[in-house]
């Protein structure tokens, strides 16, 4: 019986949403001394895409995009998730609210097989 409800949970969480989130590319962006690194990153056309900001500073930075439509606060030392797309091709901006001459990024979207996504 135990078994049985075992196999039924994994089915369910390969089945749900949940299990869908793991199979998404995911690009990871460090910010460093209030700068994205990789200032630019590609992500394939028409997929939906984790972009995962890691936070080095003991500072917060806000993540904006007008582009993208997307706002996240990134606590200093921490790290955050942004979802995006499916999109088409193109060049998207963000930047950091706090820092927005230095924290200046970009993602590319390409119908090209090679990407940054993994």
């Not at 749900?16 to 793991?22: K, N, Q, R, T």
């Not at 998404?24 to 972009?51: A, C, M, S, W, Y």
């Not at 088409?88 to 001459?101: C, D, M, Q, R």
């Amino acid at each position: 019986m135990r078994l049985m409800k075992q196999a039924a949970v994994l089915a369910l969480l390969t089945l749900s949403p949940l299990g869908a989130l793991a199979a998404l590319p995911e690009v990871v962006i460090e910010i460093r001394d209030h700068l994205f690194i990789p200032q630019t990153v590609r992500i394939p056309e028409g997929r939906k895409v984790r972009l995962v900001f890691i936070n080095h500073d003991p500072s917060p930075e806000e993540i904006d995009s007008f582009d993208l439509n997307r706002e996240k606060v990134i606590f200093g030392n921490s790290k955050g998730t942004i979802f995006v797309g499916p999109l088409p091709s193109g060049s998207y901006k963000f930047f950091g609210e706090l820092h927005p001459n230095s924290a200046v990024g970009y993602v590319i979207v390409t119908n090209e097989e090679a990407t940054d996504a993994n």
